[in-house]
């Protein structure tokens, strides 16, 4: 996975020294955080969003099985592309497929009945336009049965204190002739688009939505919200254009929302130098303006939890982190919280 250095700067003590940094979790920071007993421990999850990675730090399928076993009902997990295991030789375009093959020889049931890696979501160059379809070939071969689409970064921002996506190369890519001609090939072959893109973008979203009907598309990490470097000081404006243009996405019915990945990026509490880690009624706190605007708009039926492990480990433990998931949805109905924590995924991926 790579990652450029301006955002993985950590001090002597191996914490990080900004937000947008991605680290390596401190098992001693998160052993201080206070012990919780599993809220509704019988509710079926499918974490819709995972990785394993090598690099910048070791976190494979045992790194994650250990994180899975907190006691949640898990029963599924769909990864997603981060920039692991490609080939280093051949074509270009393909070398992404090496990540397929990589995740593929991963999955599997657990030793605690948890299929790991039940979908898989690489990624394709989708500026290569109509003649992406032979990767996306290729990816469906080496997935074994389990892809299930394709993830396209177009994260991008012109301050140079906002990390940008590993496709993100200038603004309204969603838009370009070429990449709609590759969104169209995904949905001729029945696969999903991941849109990893900042709160900024969802009016990219909203027009690849409409250019491409047959589409399957979810916005990851609950649209992108920026709450740090030049977003850091209009917190309640930035929160104000997100709702927007989450509103206007949630119109369009083929496009999905995956609800978390608030860490990092979104900087809703101080994880660089807080003495230890929050408990799950805080972050229900912290994050529910957010998920609620998310499940409002979207509503249940296309809403899906992620983990966003082991990136969302940098602020806190899978066991608290889902916890506060539950806590905010506690209200909702049994059908309800079914589907966010597990139905919808299974639906939008396709999973058995």
């Given at each position: 996975?790579?990652?450029?250095?301006?955002?993985?700067?950590?001090?002597?003590?191996?914490?990080?020294t900004?937000?947008?940094t991605?680290f390596?979790?401190?098992?001693?920071?998160l052993?201080k955080?206070?012990a919780?007993?599993?809220?509704?421990?019988?509710?079926?999850?499918?974490?819709?969003?995972?990785?394993?990675?090598?690099?910048?730090?070791?976190?494979?399928?045992?790194?994650?099985?250990?994180?899975?076993?907190?006691?949640?009902?898990?029963?599924?997990?769909?990864?997603?592309?981060?920039g692991?295991g490609?080939?280093?030789?051949?074509?270009v375009?393909?070398?992404?497929?090496?990540?397929?093959?990589?995740?593929?020889?991963?999955?599997?049931?657990?030793?605690?009945?948890?299929?790991?890696?039940?979908?898989?979501?690489?990624?394709?160059?989708?500026?290569?336009?109509?003649?992406?379809?032979?990767?996306?070939?290729?990816?469906?071969?080496?997935?074994?049965?389990?892809?299930?689409?394709?993830?396209?970064?177009?994260?991008?921002?012109?301050?140079?204190?906002?990390?940008?996506?590993?496709?993100?190369?200038r603004?309204?890519?969603?838009?370009?002739?070429k990449?709609?001609?590759?969104?169209?090939?995904?949905?001729?072959?029945?696969?999903?688009?991941?849109a990893?893109?900042?709160?900024?973008?969802l009016?990219?979203?909203?027009?690849?939505?409409?250019?491409?009907?047959?589409?399957k598309?979810?916005?990851?990490?609950?649209?992108?919200?920026?709450?740090?470097?030049?977003?850091?000081?209009?917190?309640?404006?930035?929160?104000?254009?997100?709702?927007?243009?989450?509103?206007q996405?949630?119109?369009?019915?083929?496009?999905?929302?995956?609800?978390?990945?608030?860490v990092?990026?979104?900087?809703?509490?101080d994880?660089?130098?807080?003495?230890?880690?929050?408990g799950?009624?805080?972050?229900?706190?912290l994050?529910?303006?957010?998920?609620?605007?998310?499940?409002?708009?979207?509503?249940?039926?296309?809403?899906m939890?992620?983990?966003n492990?082991?990136?969302?480990?940098?602020?806190?433990?899978?066991?608290?982190?889902?916890?506060?998931?539950?806590r905010?949805?506690?209200?909702?109905?049994?059908?309800?919280?079914?589907?966010?924590f597990?139905?919808?995924?299974?639906q939008?991926?396709s999973?058995?």
């Amino acid at each position: 996975m790579a990652l450029d250095a301006r955002f993985y700067k950590l001090s002597e003590h191996g914490r990080p020294t900004e937000f947008g940094t991605i680290f390596e979790p401190s098992d001693e920071w998160l052993a201080k955080q206070s012990a919780e007993a599993v809220f509704e421990p019988d509710l079926p999850i499918v974490d819709s969003h995972h990785h394993l990675w090598e690099h910048p730090y070791v976190y494979d399928r045992s790194g994650f099985e250990a994180d899975i076993q907190s006691g949640h009902h898990v029963e599924a997990t769909v990864y997603v592309e981060c920039g692991a295991g490609y080939r280093d030789s051949g074509p270009v375009e393909l070398r992404p497929v090496g990540e397929t093959e990589y995740v593929a020889a991963a999955a599997g049931s657990s030793s605690v009945g948890v299929d790991v890696v039940a979908g898989i979501v690489g990624f394709a160059d989708l500026t290569l336009g109509a003649a992406v379809e032979p990767v996306l070939t290729e990816h469906m071969a080496a997935g074994r049965g389990r892809f299930r689409g394709v993830r396209f970064s177009t994260g991008w921002d012109a301050s140079p204190e906002i990390a940008n996506t590993q496709s993100g190369k200038r603004p309204g890519m969603l838009r370009e002739a070429k990449i709609l001609d590759g969104a169209r090939v995904l949905a001729r072959n029945s696969l999903t688009l991941d849109a990893w893109l900042f709160h900024t973008q969802l009016d990219d979203v909203a027009a690849l939505a409409d250019a491409v009907p047959d589409l399957k598309v979810v916005i990851n990490h609950s649209g992108g919200p920026l709450g740090y470097g030049r977003y850091a000081s209009d917190q309640s404006g930035q929160f104000d254009l997100w709702r927007d243009g989450i509103r206007q996405v949630a119109k369009r019915p083929n496009v999905w929302c995956k609800i978390g990945g608030l860490v990092a990026r979104g900087a809703m509490y101080d994880y660089l130098t807080a003495p230890e880690p929050p408990g799950s009624d805080e972050l229900a706190r912290l994050w529910s303006p957010w998920l609620e605007v998310c499940v409002e708009e979207f509503g249940a039926k296309r809403c899906m939890f992620e983990s966003n492990f082991p990136v969302d480990k940098m602020g806190t433990s899978y066991r608290v982190l889902w916890n506060a998931y539950k806590r905010f949805a506690s209200s909702a109905s049994r059908e309800e919280r079914e589907l966010m924590f597990g139905g919808s995924a299974r639906q939008f991926y396709s999973l058995l």
